[in-house]
């Protein structure tokens, strides 16, 4: 059904635009020989009077095929202009027209769509802030985040940024996008003791806050969270298969632990609610999705992304400064052994320890080196969550130092799997389709550390569709021979053999690489430590590395809310319909139009990463179908606007061969007075084609990158 309707999205987009040529062309007297969803073989056909209406191949497209066309993409050749019917005897005013035929409909029937959705309700996700992270990662340091900065708070509804009202999330990332290189402002909706104000951010007069660009994906953050709905979109129980009385997708949590959940709070606020008990015993009122009403005890086990399925050592990888973790003395690198003597099973864990403390002091103890350091501090209140302001990740690198045990306080996944205190962490594999994590690992050996600079972790993961990042080949490997000419063999687990360039190290990496490996040393990973972040080496392993397949041995329930959230929106008056279809008409044309330029700028002038951002023709028909599958038809149908409307601006474009291309030889040929060389349109045409190839075959690229990784 949802496959259905995704290509009735695709081929309506399509099909409209080409009727808009095909209307033209009848009113112009010009004979349409063809009428084509999708290019290349025909696989049906009918013809109707004189045209042909068929249905091809590759569904990347349409086309409208005239007498006299000159068209590379449909096979055509240039026909009679003496023939009263071809497209080269019409006047310039009506090959214009007929032109501007396509985009003119794309236009008008997005504009009619959004119109008809914002006076039945456009389906928006609430402009509402969900969390805020206190830091960032900014030229390799924890530094306060943007939204920190702003003075932004958990439940602040967004009104403006930059000037511009906002009505949906859509909206702010958009213009956080947009904006990057200019300073952000923002009007925000906030109820302090039961009023409701709105306030200018930043509240500093003359305080100028800027995106940060992330290091990974290269897009835009000021570090806030979008909202997720009130109902379970995911629940999973990590020991195997759902119970009978489990929760369920599309429950609605009532209550937790006898205290009611407020009407109308949203999935990050119920999740906040929940933290507390993460590792214990709640009990939930569930409103099931059939009507029923019930009530279940589980362990809770957060959400899916808090990893508690695996018990793995939590460690340190940066702490904020001026925060009760620096003052205390907490370094990155530290391993997390316990709050209040109870052990920490992994980073997940440790956030809702913290988080049931509400603020009063806590002991932790950490493992540096040899040593088991205890410190005595205070969370600090960060919109409702507890922090002591470190960034804890997964110890996924190295010699294990201790090895967690399970929430009920039983041997842990990786003691169960065989795994001794002193062994070696040697890769980690991404789930599969039970996402349950996988390791190689290492019996014994010593553990060498290889200083990396901030250079050295950008150039580790510098990624694309045409290359795999260099961490995916340097990552568990055993060194076969020493390091020569900045380069360096190895052979991993599978006995595969590889040769690997080291040139896009720094300097200093690349000396302490020549002086550290041997052959036999196993690259096991970077991990941050005290002074920064290091290349983790094993040396002296006792045997070959294994594959560990855990399994989880807790019994507990992860829970996740639905992140395809899109109520409808309720005008503030009748004429705020036609402001939303206005503006996100104008909006999708005059940002895309900005937002270009900086697929091209480097990361420092605030350039953003095609390969994140862009979506060829797999990557729009899994929008279609996912939009209509886990959303609603009402946002299926906004979709297909949106896309009419990139369809519109894409087919403006300047490029030979598309109708901006045209648009521009008529503009040219008018300014002249005389038609131009046909081998000069020829050639600009099959230039365009080519153009147009190289940039589909791009984007399909793109898409099948994201499903492969």
Do not use: C
Request: glycine share 10%.
């Amino acid at each position: 059904m949802f496959w259905i309707l995704a290509l009735l999205g695709f081929g309506f987009v399509i099909a409209i635009h080409e009727f808009g040529h095909f209307t033209f062309a009848k009113l112009a007297g010009v004979k349409v020989e063809r009428f084509s969803i999708g290019f290349g073989p025909i696989l049906w056909s009918r013809r109707v009077g004189e045209t042909e209406y068929s249905l091809s191949l590759l569904p990347l497209g349409g086309y409208v095929k005239m007498l006299g066309e000159d068209n590379p993409a449909q096979g055509a050749t240039v026909g009679d202009v003496s023939d009263p019917r071809s497209y080269l005897a019409a006047s310039r005013g009506w090959k214009a027209l007929i032109l501007l035929g396509g985009v003119t409909f794309n236009l008008v029937s997005s504009w009619l769509i959004l119109v008809g959705l914002a006076f039945w309700g456009m389906p928006m996700t609430p402009p509402v802030i969900a969390g805020i992270s206190p830091t960032v990662e900014a030229d390799g340091e924890m530094k306060p985040s943007p939204a920190k900065l702003l003075g932004l708070r958990q439940g602040d509804e967004v009104r403006e940024v930059n000037g511009q009202r906002t009505r949906s999330w859509d909206e702010i990332a958009m213009r956080v996008a947009i904006d990057n290189r200019q300073p952000i402002t923002m009007r925000v909706r906030r109820e302090v003791d039961g009023k409701v104000s709105e306030i200018a951010l930043p509240e500093t007069a003359g305080a100028e806050v800027y995106a940060s660009n992330s290091p990974i994906y290269r897009l835009p953050t000021i570090g806030i969270e979008r909202p997720q709905g009130p109902s379970l979109g995911r629940v999973a129980r990590l020991d195997g298969e759902l119970r009978p009385n489990d929760p369920r997708p599309d429950d609605r949590i009532l209550a937790i632990d006898g205290v009611a959940v407020p009407d109308g709070a949203l999935g990050h606020d119920i999740e906040r609610r929940l933290r507390a008990f993460l590792g214990r015993v709640v009990t939930l009122k569930l409103a099931r999705g059939d009507g029923s009403r019930d009530e279940v005890a589980i362990r809770y086990a957060g959400s899916p992304r808090d990893n508690l399925a695996i018990e793995v050592p939590a460690m340190v990888t940066g702490v904020m400064d001026d925060s009760p973790a620096q003052r205390a003395g907490v370094l990155a690198g530290d391993i997390l052994l316990a709050v209040d003597g109870e052990s920490v099973r992994s980073p997940g864990n440790f956030i809702g320890q913290v988080n049931r403390r509400d603020g009063a002091e806590l002991v932790l103890r950490v493992r540096r080196g040899a040593e088991e350091p205890e410190f005595r501090l205070s969370a600090a209140d960060a919109q409702g969550q507890r922090i002591i302001g470190v960034r804890v990740a997964e110890f996924f690198a190295g010699k294990l130092p201790f090895l967690p045990p399970a929430l009920d306080g039983s041997p842990g996944a990786l003691a169960a799997a065989g795994m001794q205190p002193g062994d070696a962490l040697l890769l980690r594999i991404p789930g599969g389709k039970d996402e349950k994590p996988r390791y190689l690992a290492l019996a014994g050996g010593d553990e060498v550390l290889v200083p990396l600079t901030l250079h050295d972790l950008e150039a580790l993961d510098d990624r694309n569709i045409f290359k795999r990042p260099l961490a995916s080949r340097l990552f568990g490997v055993q060194i076969t021979s020493a390091v020569a000419d900045d380069r360096v063999a190895v052979i991993d687990a599978l006995k595969n053999q590889d040769q690997i360039e080291l040139g896009a190290l720094s300097d200093e990496t690349r000396g302490g690489l020549r002086a550290a490996l041997a052959p036999g040393d196993w690259i096991a990973g970077a991990r941050s430590h005290g002074e920064g972040n290091a290349l983790v080496i094993i040396r002296g392993a006792t045997a070959a590395p294994r594959a560990l397949d855990l399994k989880p041995v807790s019994d507990a329930v992860a829970l996740e809310f639905t992140p395809f959230y899109e109520p409808p929106y309720r005008l503030e008056h009748w004429s705020e319909a036609f402001a939303i279809a206005n503006g996100s008409a104008r909006r999708m044309v005059t940002d895309t139009l900005r937002l270009i330029p900086k697929f091209f700028a480097s990361r420092a002038d605030g350039g953003i990463a095609a390969t994140q951002t862009l979506s060829g023709p797999i990557g729009i028909f899994t929008m279609f179908k996912t939009s209509a599958e886990k959303v609603g038809f009402a946002s299926f149908l906004k979709l297909v606007a949106l896309i009419g409307l990139n369809l519109f601006l894409v087919n403006l474009l300047p490029i030979p061969i598309v109708d901006g291309g045209q648009l521009l030889f008529l503009g040219i040929e008018a300014v002249i007075r005389r038609p131009l060389p046909e081998t000069m349109r020829a050639v600009a045409n099959y230039a365009g084609f080519a153009l147009v190839v190289a940039l589909m075959l791009f984007t399909i690229g793109i898409d099948v990158w994201r499903l492969i990784n």
